[in-house]
């Protein structure tokens, strides 16, 4: 499995994938997308800290991808985003609470075809 290949899946559950670089050394990629509600969603996958001491390899993105989707909490992420007043004015109580939902379940199936790739 090639990290290009995860990419490629990543673009098929509408996730965008931008190297992250200090001083012209790839330490990561930031993901980007959007829930259905239109909200923009960054997630960072940093090799920076030293967790990983074989770097940057496809099956060390997989395992920051299930830990991103682990720990995506839709509750807290609507409590954070109904801190703004324009969220609160654009999304009422219920359709935040629906956005980030089907955000976390996109978000499991996207982690999961990797996995299924990684496995096949």
Same mark, same amino acid.
């Given at each position: 499995?090639?990290?290009?290949?995860?990419? $490629?899946?990543?673009?098929?559950?509408?996730?965008?994938?931008?190297?992250?670089?200090?001083?012209?050394?790839?330490?990561?990629?930031?993901?980007?997308?959007?829930?259905?509600?239109?909200?923009?969603?960054?997630?960072?996958?940093?090799? @920076?800290?030293?967790?990983?001491?074989?770097?940057?390899?496809?099956?060390?993105?997989?395992?920051?991808?299930?830990?991103? $989707?682990?720990?995506?909490?839709?509750?807290?992420?609507?409590?954070?985003? @109904?801190?703004?007043? $324009?969220?609160?004015?654009?999304?009422?109580?219920?359709?935040?609470?629906?956005?980030?939902?089907?955000?976390?379940? @996109?978000?499991?199936?996207?982690? @999961?075809?990797?996995?299924?790739?990684?496995?096949?």
């Amino acid at each position: 499995m090639e990290i290009s290949k995860i990419i $490629s899946i990543a673009e098929y559950y509408n996730f965008i994938f931008h190297e992250y670089k200090e001083n012209g050394f790839l330490c990561g990629y930031e993901m980007e997308t959007w829930t259905d509600g239109g909200v923009n969603m960054i997630h960072f996958i940093d090799f @920076r800290k030293g967790n990983y001491p074989d770097g940057l390899t496809p099956q060390n993105v997989l395992e920051e991808l299930k830990k991103i $989707s682990a720990y995506f909490d839709p509750d807290e992420e609507v409590e954070l985003h @109904r801190q703004g007043d $324009s969220y609160r004015k654009a999304f009422s109580i219920r359709e935040a609470i629906d956005d980030f939902v089907a955000y976390n379940e @996109r978000l499991a199936e996207f982690v @999961r075809a990797v996995q299924a790739a990684f496995d096949a």
